[in-house]
């Protein structure tokens, strides 16, 4: 079955710094990859996602990147203000008409130091 | 749009009893809905999909007669955890998806388990 590896497992940053969250996963299958954020207590919150015939997107401050090739794909948040520190993670899976299923990486705990 | 509610938001229990937990689609019809654990600080774990009107998919390990999971309507799934014990005790979060071609998951704010 499918495997989602995630780095680094904390990353602290000063407020204004990028911050770069990395992500493998094992089923060259997969065509669907979110970002969710999840602050403590909270349900997690989608912030941005990429299919597979995409190979890069961009919402404001946030975006992520896809190498199908690699079977990679990274979270890259700009201008980092306290309010992004949270546990962010990534996700593999496939489309609604192949199950939908989504497979979890293990989570980053992001830090923005003012 | 698209929001997911659970019920209770938090429960205490007696090692021995069951538990019943609701997830609803308040806004979209949810033909697929998914249940995860999450142990603190630690990932989301998928135990199963559920489907309306047929029964669940439930992944590896996930005992199907321990956690029981009916998804009778379009808006409610529910996850019954059977003869509860400690090691039950977590956060269960459900999600929904509203179909088509979107593959969007949205999440339920989850329920916090406590069996003593």
Redesign the interface.
Known sequence: GENVEQHPSTLSVQEGDSAVIKCTYSDSASNYFPWYKQELGKRPQLIIDIRSNVGEKKDQRIAVTLNKTAKHFSLHITETQPEDSAVYFCAAGFGYNQGGKLIFGQGTELSVKP | GAV?SQHPSRVICKSGTSVKIECRSLDFQAT?M?WYRQFPK?????MA?SNEGSKATYE?GVEKDKFLINHASLTLSTLTVTSAHPEDSSFY?CSA?S????????????TRLLVL
């Open positions: 997911v697929t998914f630690q990932s989301l774990m998928l999909t590896q979060i998806s179909g088509g071609a979107r593959e969007t998951q949205y999440f339920g704010p989850g």
